[in-house]
C-alpha cells in the first residue's frame, strides 16, 4: 500500500533553534518527492523537489534530504523564525501519471 | 515561477444555494488540474482531477453531482458546489502541473450557513 508517513505529527521549538522533520513512504514506483510548507489558511508552498538520484536540495534556510533506499527524507530548518510556524507536507509522486499520497504533515510551531 | 490564483479566497454562502470556485494558471498553461478539500487540522484529501477538454475524474466517495467540475480552457478550471450544505463547509484548493512540479492555489474558504 502506498503510505506516506511524517513525524512528529506537531513540534514547539524556539525562534533561533533547529529542527528536523521526518518522512518516510512506501511508495512504488517512485517519481518524485516534495516539501511544501502550508501557512494557515494557505495553499502549500513548494520548498524543494527531489529525483530519485538527488538526496540532498536546500532553499534558503530549508534542507531537504532524500535516502531512496530506506525511502526516509528529512526536511531541517535552520534558526527557525516565527514566520517557520507553518503545516509541512511531504508529498510523493508515483511515476506513470499523476498519482500522488500526501503526507499528513507536521504541525511546526515556533515561539519567541 | 509558475502561479496559480485562485478566487474568491472566503465565500459565505446560504444552505440549498450553489458556490463556484476558479482556478486560473496564469503564466502557464495546465491541461490538468486537481481539487481537495482540506479540514481543519487535516491533510489535504484529493477530490478530483480536471482534464481540459474532458470529464473530471472523481476520486472514490467523491459527489460529481453535487461539485462540478468545469475546465474549458488550458488556463481555468472551476468547481461548483452545488446546493450546498454546512457539512461542506471547508477549505478547498487547487493546483495545476508544471515544470517542476504541483503549484497550489491560494484556497477557498467555504461557510455555508
Redesign the interface.
Known amino acids: 500500500k502506498n503510505q506516506v508517513e511524517q513525524s512528529p505529527q506537531s513540534l514547539i521549538i524556539l525562534e533561533g533553534k533547529n529542527c528536523t522533520l521526518q518522512c518516510n513512504y512506501t511508495v512504488s514506483p517512485f517519481s ?1 518527492l ?1 516539501w ?1 510548507k502550508q501557512d494557515t ?6 520548498l524543494t ?1 527531489m529525483t530519485f538520484s538527488e538526496n540532498t536540495k536546500s532553499n534558503g534556510r530549508y534542507t531537504a534530504t532524500l535516502d531512496a533506499d530506506t525511502k526516509q527524507s528529512s526536511l531541517h530548518i535552520t534558526a527557525s523564525q516565527l514566520s517557520d510556524s507553518a503545516s509541512y ?1 511531504c ?1 510523493v ?1 508515483l511515476t506513470g501519471g ?1 498519482k ?1 499520497i ?4 507536521t ?1 511546526l510551531f515556533v515561539k519567541a | 515561477g509558475a502561479v496559480v490564483s485562485q478566487h474568491p479566497s472566503w465565500v459565505i454562502c446560504k444552505s440549498g444555494t450553489s458556490v463556484k470556485i476558479e482556478c486560473r494558471s496564469l503564466d502557464f498553461q495546465a491541461t490538468t488540474m486537481f481539487w481537495y478539500r482540506q479540514f481543519p487540522k487535516q491533510s489535504l484529501m484529493l477530490m478530483a482531477t480536471s482534464n481540459e477538454g474532458s470529464k473530471a475524474t472523481y476520486e472514490q466517495g467523491v459527489e460529481k453531482d453535487k461539485f462540478l467540475i468545469n475546465h474549458a480552457s488550458l488556463t481555468l478550471s472551476t468547481l461548483t458546489v452545488t446546493s450546498a450544505h454546512p457539512e461542506d463547509s471547508s477549505f478547498y484548493i487547487c493546483s495545476a502541473t508544471e515544470l517542476y512540479g504541483y503549484t497550489f492555489g491560494s484556497g477557498t474558504r467555504l461557510t455555508v450557513v
Open positions: 518524485n516534495r511544501y489558511g494557505r495553499g502549500p508552498v513548494s523537489i507536507i508529498v509522486s499523476f500522488t500526501f503526507g499528513a504533515g504541525r
